[in-house]
């Protein structure tokens, strides 16, 4: 309940908290309560003012948050006195006691309980005329204090005296306007001034900008802001329609202007917010339509021109292209839009085909301008290659700037749409240009005319439409699929073909014309030199490479056949350049026989250059994608396909390589067998020097030649190259050393001695700390076997004695077969007697030695080596007649120092003979028991009974190499009584067992 009541009309309408507590307190009751003087006194303001003056809402029921929506007018005498009081009051029906009571099952709660019974008291009142309303709090507003725009907030409820429990809150929207409403038509005219004069004030701040409008914020100077105001006022132009003609002036004049479209989208969005139906008559509503049907089409021709008018490159401008597409956006959402303009198309059909318009259009501007004006092919090229390239700039445009804007607003692809349009266009002009173009390439290799060349802008073409395909990967997986240029790279087969074919030519002229003009230079390091014709080959190849690879041919499969010629290409240039260094040093002499060899830089940069050549091969399996077409032929074809592609490709790498490498070994091979003849001279005076004269000496002239040469090549050769020479000398000089040692075969133990020292010496030289040969090198099983030989020969004759037993006793754990029979034996020591015990048990399977098929066998025991066991005598068993199986289990007892058991090569001897009575005993077998490690040396072994017995394999010895131990005991035979002795043993039992055979 709500009203105006005049300034005077409130005095004594609420008494002072002091007047009310000047009068005495009564006591409450019900019948107090209801009389009329007390009713009299709580009269509130709906019995002060006139019916005419108070205004009442409709009645929200049960409900803590009511939503009225309604308005009201109330005529004003006097705007500095007068006030807006407002009252809220709770509604309540009069209801039966029994009506009421019935609800007792639906009260819930405390809070419920006590409406509950209030409920009941109210019904149970008697005077008809009583008020059952319950009073909820009241507004006081000074009409001076509306703003002449109006208020829109929030109020807090008073009570009606200090100790008024009251809560809550109300919004009112409260505002001033004329009291004579003007006519429907009337009112229409001044709307329209109403925008004619907006529409002034915004071309006026328009002109007087310093810069571009659409700088402009869109704020109106202060001036202007008052006089639109009063105008609104005085005309009672209402909130909706201020909103309405603020849109209808910015909105045309942005037609003539460019304005912020920030500021527009700002005006859609408080026109939206206060507009509700019939808020506007049917007119404006037409008004309004006509002017957002104008705006979007105005807008959607602006987005046909955006390439030019919004370039993401300016920042202004893509602001203006963001908040433009959201204007529109925002249209098509506005409730107002959808109510009046049902029949308009939708959004996003409209923006798509302004795009295809606008593209195809600026594709048609930009191919005029790129169309060269005389028609030949190369300028043809050039021209598609220009608009290929302005295509493939747009699209990253698209990519990176509009397509989000487009997707996030108007949800549109605009990337998809943009691209499958150009894409389309483009192929359609190159395809109708590389037809001509093949025709012209074919008929020119038809005729074999060599001097036709295909120019770069071909090889540009290709690279754009490459680039422009790439973009691709932003589309769906079915967008991506027929798209017209997918196949591009057919066009350009025959262009392949013939820049491969002038890439060879050109690269062996190059080759050539490089050797002719070679000059030196030093790469990576001063000391190390290459010459400028390497150089040049190698980087012909990286070129060859490097376009391949730019290249980056769409069919991995069908590049084999380009990958194939490049391979050969690349390798017969690589082998070409080897021969034609090889043969300009043929040339120089350095194959002749004749004259002084010296280690020349000449020969060095030769050998540096195949070198490095050489490697510009490695990268190629990498670099031409070879793994790639193996799995693809794998894949499309099958496993044996791309086995034989493997082999094909690999076999040409292989080939180069091997023929490199062996110009390269040729080459270093000549320094050997130049260097030989000084080298084996000198090892010459190291063998054949005075014995007084050190070996360290003695090589000293060896050592200078080498490491004069040497140094000479470590300065001037590649590391690789540098072994491979320091590989041969090495070869050469263990070759010479090892010639002296085979023609002086006998020497005493001080010869070999000197020559295994100098080979120490020659290892340690090219080892070289590591800086020269590897160790597994230099380590050859040529060096290996005269190094030990050169050690065994300077042994003494003892230690050879005691080498040769371990030898047979490491022959004796390896030995497999037992075609010779077995011997049982067992053999302790016992340390409180100091003896070697031994017991022959048995033997089996002994070869038979007689007439009838068996043998009389007996074993000798005998300890060895001779020089520690030389106070033993061999014993021997019984015979035991007609067996291959005997039984002996005899024991024999020597008495030995432990330390003579642990001797080096000491061990006992078993010898397996065949008694004869008149010829003499044949020699049936032998086997050999180490004594180092027999049981009793460390603790007791406890006698026969505790230890195991031991079977050993018999066998029969065989003829000597000639280059083992034996052989060198042999060799010294003549002069060395020992020696002599154990090998004439030896050999008649050699020559025995072959004479039995």
Known sequence: MLGIMPGAGLLGMHQSDEEKEEKPKKKLSLKHRGSKKDKQKNKSVRDQLPAKLIKVTEVKRESLNPVWNETFRFPIDDIKGDKLHLDIWDHDDETSVFDAARRLNEVTGIKGMGRFFKQIVQSARTSSKGNVDDFLGCL??????????GIDRWFELEGRTSKSNVQGQLRLKLSLSTEQRPAEMEHMTTITAHQTILEKFIEHEI????????????????????????????????????????????????????????????LLRSLDKVWVPSSLSQDYEELFADSLCSFIDF????????????????????????YLLLCLDFIYHMKFFKTCCPFKKELHREVIEVIKKGTLDWYDTVYALAEPQVQSEEQQVTSLVSLTDTLNTDIQRAVKYYHKLYQ????????????????????EDVSRAMEEVNRNIKAHVDEKDEDYNVGTSLFELYLSLKELLSYKQYLSPNDAKNLAIANYHHWFKYCVQRWLEIAQNKAMCRIKKSVELDKK????????????????????????????????????MGSYIYVTKVTDDITKGATYYADVMHDKLKQNGYFDDEGQFDVTEQLCITINDIEHVKKSLKPLPQTLGYSEIYHAM??????????????????????????????IWHIVQRVGDKMRPDIKKFVFHLTWAPQSVPADDAICPLMEYLDNNLITLNN????????????????????????QVESNDGKDPVFYERLFDALEILIDFFYADEKGLSMDLIMSENCKLLLNYLKLNKTSTEELIELYYLEKLDEQVHQESSAFGILNVKCYYSQEREKLCIQVLSASNVIPLDSNGLSDPFVIVELCPKHVFNRYEPKQTKVVKKTLHPLFEEHFEFVVSVGNCRHRGACVLFTVMDHDIILTNDFAGEAYFSL??????????????????????????????????????????????????????????IEKVQSQS
């Open 140 to 149: 006081n507003i000074n009409l001076d204090d509306i703003p002449s725009r």
């Open 207 to 266: 002109q007087s900008l310093p810069s571009n409008s659409y700088s402009w914020s869109g704020t109106l100077s202060s001036e202007a802001n008052t006089i639109i105001h009063q105008h609104a006022l005085q005309n009672d132009i209402t909130e909706v329609q201020e909103a309405m003609c603020n849109w209808l002036a910015y909105s045309k004049e942005h037609m003539q202007y460019a304005l912020d479209y920030a500021f527009l989208y700002k």
């Open 299 to 322: 807008c959607l021709a602006l987005l046909k021109k955006q390439r030019d008018l919004f370039p993401p490159a300016n920042k202004a401008a893509y602001y203006r292209l963001e």
């Open 408 to 427: 996030n607003i108007v949800k549109v692809d605009y990337f998809t749409i943009t691209y499958k349009q150009l894409e389309k266009l483009i192929a």
């Open 521 to 556: 230079i030093s790469l990576v390091d001063s000391m190390v030199k290459h010459s400028t014709s390497a150089v040049d080959t190698s980087c012909c190849f990286a070129q060859i490479r490097e376009f391949w690879q730019k290249l980056d041919w769409p069919d991995t």
């Open 634 to 663: 794998e894949k499309a074809q099958s496993s044996k396909s791309a086995k034989q592609a493997r082999e094909a490709l690999h076999s040409l790498l292989k080939s180069a390589d091997e023929d490199m490498s062996n110009k």
């Open 716 to 739: 001037s050769l590649l590391r690789a190259n540098f072994d491979r020479i320091l590989e041969e000398i090495w070869n050469v000089v263990l070759n010479e050393l090892q010639d």
């Open 932 to 989: 180092n490690s027999v049981p009793g040396l460390s603790s007791d072994a406890g006698g026969f009974d505790k230890i195991k017995q031991t079977s050993l394999i018999l066998s029969q010895p065989q003829a000597s190499s000639g280059n083992d131990l034996f052989s060198i005991l042999e060799g010294r035979g003549n002069c060395d009584k020992t020696a002599q002795e154990l090998t004439k043993k030896r050999i008649q039992l």
